[in-house]
């Protein structure tokens, strides 16, 4: 129904308020963009020269409901100005069609209207209306509410491409913890040198852990495993990865004692790292000579050491300071057996905060008995270690694999079993 | 979910429940925002409701202690119980704070 202008809404006197806006009226910011949506000219007109004597200097004009879903697309605005009695397509299902497009789920919808029913004003906000001004419209008030909803547009529109920027240098930095890790064809070398059975699972947290791990050969009977945790997570983490993997790269070089290798970490970690960014490190020398797993830990969580020809597993000691907590922080250095079939499994502590889909780690000790069961299962049959390792490690892996929801931690599982069969 | 409770003039309980990880680190940044004011002789941690810890709520626990170390502020734990006390004691958090 085409409603007559004089009698149901008004055009207010501009020069009565042309002034009387002036001295306080906030203005629109030179970028925004504004969508005006009304067939009646005398308003577009209005509307126009209100807005733009507050500043606007991007209007677009609809006189449909169907050209302003056009112009909305092609235009993306601020705001979107909305009368409600249009022929072809009223406001209402103009609103309810804008809203279905996920482009303007968020673009304040201000609706101008001259009903005072509430039901129908309900019904509005209903179909996804932000905001009302009412007809007379009185120019002080669009112009205030205009901004007021600009200015939200515009915040959620910044803090969207922030989050869109860090998202993809989350991504990227994501991919380069993962360039950090051994690759395969390095593990492979170094399992077939030091007849070693080395298979790991690694998968990022959603927003960057602070998880690595490395194995180098020292020499032709030793090699030297390492699996490390910082505390932090985001942009901190990936720092700390990257500064830990170059000195680890050099120090490996010179520094074959895991006990050595933690005091000098600390001690350049006590001066660098703020303490709330600590770390968790376990490192071990495998002797394959003389049939030696030596380790020192800072914290780590504890690996489960299993000796197949007795089937028995239990946790590492790793008691210790966390790097970069305490000023000359000794570390202890132990040496355990490590011959043919004997096993070592080292894991994040993620494992056991996250809630899994297959099977849930409630403690350390719930992982130790996982172990047990696989070279239980082995050896009664048996089974050569190295079909223990490849059970245990494929139930890991499908566990931490086949889990879909984000993770909030990196999850980094390694087993390593002494194998003569490789 | 951290709350903290003044026992007396000298001392400020803190007691954290549930779990805390990252859904609960800004109250921890906000709750290191507010120590810097205490006045107080002591600050007790009471983690009887606390389930689990993750490794960067640890992180800001060590901070808040050399924050209120530097102040002449004792720091203290208590209460700690189950996978708590075994990540706290795998770091040896006992010979960091005062473990009543």
Known sequence: MSLSLQEHHPLPSLKKHRFAAAANAKTIPDNARILVVDDDKLYQHFLSLTLRKAGAKHLFIAETGVEALTLARLHRPHLIILDINMPEMDGFECCAQLRKDPLFLHTPILVQTATQDEDNRAHMFNLGASDFVRKPINPSE?????????????????????????????????????????????????????????????????????????????DAHRCMLYHCDFSAHGIASAINIFRFH?????????????????????????????????????????????????????????????????????????????LGIVADASYTEHSVDFSQGDSLLLYS?????????????????????????????????????SSAHTSLFQSFQHTIEHHEQPLHDDVNIIVLTRNSDI | MIFTQQIDNNTLEVRLSGQL??????????????????????????????????????????????????RGIAAQLTNIKGQVWKSLNLMMFDKLFDIV
């Open chain 1, 246 to 322: 170059t000195i680890m790269l050099e120090l490996v070089k010179t520094i074959q004692s895991p006990k050595e290798m933690l005091e000098h970490l600390n001690a350049i970690y006590f001066e660098t790292l703020p303490v709330d960014q600590f770390t968790k490190l376990f490192v071990a020398v495998i002797d394959t000579q003389h049939n030696t797993l030596t380790y020192s830990a800072a914290g780590s969580t504890r690996p489960v050491y299993t000796r197949f020809n007795t089937s028995k597993s239990l946790l590492l000691n790793t008691r210790s300071f966390p």
């Open chain 1, 349 to 385: 502590d993620a494992l056991m905060s996250h809630s899994w889909q297959r099977q849930d780690f409630e403690d350390d000790n719930s992982i130790c008995q996982f172990v047990n069961y696989h070279f239980e299962n082995a050896r009664s049959k048996n089974l050569p270690a």
């Open chain 1, 142 to 218: 669009l112009i205030a509410r205009s901004c007021v909803h600009i200015e939200h547009t515009m915040l959620l529109e910044h803090t969207q491409a922030s989050v869109r920027f860090l998202q993809k240098d989350l991504l990227i930095a994501k991919e380069m913890q993962l360039s950090l890790l051994p690759s395969a064809h390095k593990v492979a070398d170094l399992s077939t040198q030091h007849q070693i059975a080395v298979s790991n699972c690694f998968k990022n947290s959603h927003d960057l852990g602070g998880d690595i791990w490395d194995i180098h050969t020292i």
């Open chain 2, 21 to 70: 990880d990252r859904a609960n680190h800004d109250e921890l940044y906000i709750f290191f925002d507010y120590i810097q004011d205490l006045k107080v002789h002591t600050v007790r941690f009471n983690f009887s409701q606390l389930e689990r810890i993750d490794s960067a709520s640890l992180g800001y626990l060590i901070l808040a202690r050399q924050e209120l170390l530097s």
